[in-house]
Structures are given as C-alpha cells and as structure tokens.
T-cell receptor, first 111, second 114 residues
Framework: GEDVEQSLFLSVREGDSSVINCTYTDSSSTYLYWYKQEPGAGLQLLTYIFSNMDMKQDQRLTVLLNKKDKHLSLRIADTQTGDSAIYFCADAVSNDYKLSFGAGTTVTVRA | ETGVTQSPTHLIKTRGQQVTLRCSSQSGHNTVSWYQQALGQGPQFIFQYYREEENGRGNFPPRFSGLQFPNYSSELNVNALELDDSALYLC?????????????FGSGTRLTVV
C-alpha cells in the first residue's frame, strides 16, 4: 500500500471504549495491521487482519474492515490508562515487502 | 525470552560522518526490515533482507545500505550523514518472507545528526 491516513488525536475516559479509524488507498492491500508505540519504545504488534475478513476479535480488541470503503478501525473495550500510546495502522500488499504506515493516532486516556 | 534487540539505543553523529546500526533478530526469523521514523511521523520503509539478500527497497538513496548475516543479525549503514537523517531507526523481523503474520520490532536506535 501507499497512502494510509489516520486521525491524529483521540481522548477517551477510562473505562469507555476507544475507536481508532484508518483509511488506505491501495485496493491490493492484503494484510492490515495495528501497532502500538509507547514513549521511547519500538512498535508492538497488537493485531492484524487479512483482507478477506470483515472482523477480528482478540480479547479487548476488535478490528473491523470495510474493504469497499478501504476503512479499518480498532476498537479497544474498557480503555485503561496503560492504553495511552500512539497507535499505527499499516498495510501490506501480497506481492510487496514493506509495511506502509499512517502517521499514528495519539490516544490519551483520562481518569 | 527472544526478541529483536538493537544497538546502540542512542547515538550522536556529525554531519558527513558514517554510522552503523545493529540489530539482532528473533531466532528463526530470516526476514529483516529497517524503517526510519522521523519525529511525529509513521515509520518509513528503508529496505528488507531475506536470507542475506536485499529483496525490497524503499525511497532512500544508495548511501543507506545494509547487510544480513547467517546468525540472524543485521546492520544498517548510512554514509555522508545529513541533518535530516536524525530519526528513530527501527529493525523488524519476521519468520515469513513477506511478513504475512506481522513483524516484530525492536526498540530502535535514536540517531541525532548535528
């Protein structure tokens, strides 16, 4: 993929659900990922979804994929203070090698 | 616990100098990629190595080069450093050639060029 876009900031109250949105432009995108980056740290893979899936759930995380609209979202249930971080959406095309990242969404969890 | 380790964690270099960054990939991961993350931006793909051969390159000039070794370690070399090379450099490894199941990232090397 090439262009991946995300909203830059999200503020959420502790215990509420967070929804982070991402759009991508490459219709050949085969794999879509969500990574988390805490201050001073590298990237932690949270979850990924193949393009032939609509939804994937993993404990507090739910990924929704609308392939027609090229829209990906990550829902975090019962958001905790430890969820404060930058979240990156990334895509990869099956015949390519690179991950194309968005600019990241900074999630701030307030008490 | 195995993972991806990078060294050094921080580095300051002068414009025009050369730098070598090192990465030790997770055991069994024969694909390694390098990314540059400028402040406030998402990571940008530099290149990827699979079984010691470069098999993909992003939009970076030839002064960015790399090596992968049989022991799952790799290097990123940057010649003729420029101020804009200041960034966090991330190494990522995967057991699959095309990273279908995601990449494991290291914590990065913060390079400052003055």
């Amino acid at each position: 993929g090439e262009d991946v876009e995300q909203s830059l900031f999200l503020s959420v109250r502790e215990g509420d659900s967070s929804v982070i949105n991402c759009t991508y432009t490459d219709s050949s995108s085969t794999y879509l990922y969500w990574y988390k980056q805490e201050p001073g740290a590298g990237l932690q893979l949270l979850t990924y979804i193949f393009s032939n899936m609509d939804m994937k759930q993993d404990q507090r995380l739910t990924v929704l994929l609308n392939k027609k609209d090229k829209h990906l979202s990550l829902r975090i249930a019962d958001t905790q203070t430890g969820d404060s971080a930058i979240y990156f959406c990334a895509d990869a095309v099956s015949n390519d090698y690179k991950l194309s990242f968005g600019a990241g969404t900074t999630v701030t969890v307030r008490a | 616990e195995t993972g991806v380790t990078q060294s050094p964690t921080h580095l300051i270099k002068t414009r025009g100098q050369q730098v070598t960054l090192r990465c030790s990939s997770q055991s069994g991961h024969n694909t390694v990629s390098w990314y540059q993350q400028a402040l406030g931006q998402g990571p940008q793909f530099i290149f990827q190595y699979y079984r010691e051969e470069e098999n993909g390159r992003g939009n970076f000039p030839p002064r960015f080069s790399g090596l992968q070794f049989p022991n799952y370690s790799s290097e990123l070399n940057v010649n003729a450093l420029e101020l804009d090379d200041s960034a966090l450099y991330l190494c990522a490894s995967s057991p699959a050639e095309r990273g279908a199941y995601g990449y494991t990232f290291g914590s990065g090397t913060r390079l400052t060029v003055v």
